[in-house]
């Protein structure tokens, strides 16, 4: 894994690690933004909370964006998928962080 790791450390001047922080920023306030739309598409077959599930891991990833540098994408994808197990209730928490 540390040869891994090192082999993954991106340079400090590349842009990828800043281009996935802002995608990432706007997908968590996009995620603020439609807490209402996934809460009234999930009612429709759920039990309608995962709006505020997803508002939840919006506000998470927000606070942890300084941390989320992705200079070190191991690490940063680590701490993304805590954060969104940690946001996200029920189910969809643990099946979330699989992507991660």
């Known amino acids: 894994e540390d040869?891994?790791?090192e082999t993954l450390m991106l340079d400090a001047k590349d842009p990828i690690p800043g281009r996935i922080s802002q995608w990432l920023s706007l997908v968590a306030q996009m995620?603020?933004?439609q807490k209402d739309f996934f809460n009234d598409l999930d009612?429709?077959?759920g039990d309608g909370d995962l709006g505020t599930s997803l508002y939840k891991a919006g506000k998470g990833i927000i606070a942890n964006l300084p941390a989320l540098t992705f200079r070190d994408p191991i690490s940063s994808f680590r701490l993304l998928a805590a954060?969104?197990?940690n946001s996200i209730g029920g189910t969809s928490g643990p099946l979330s962080t699989v992507f991660f």
């Open 43 to 45: 009612h429709l077959v």
């Open 3 to 5: 040869i891994v790791k």
């Open 31 to 33: 995620l603020l933004l």
């Open 83 to 85: 954060v969104i197990q």
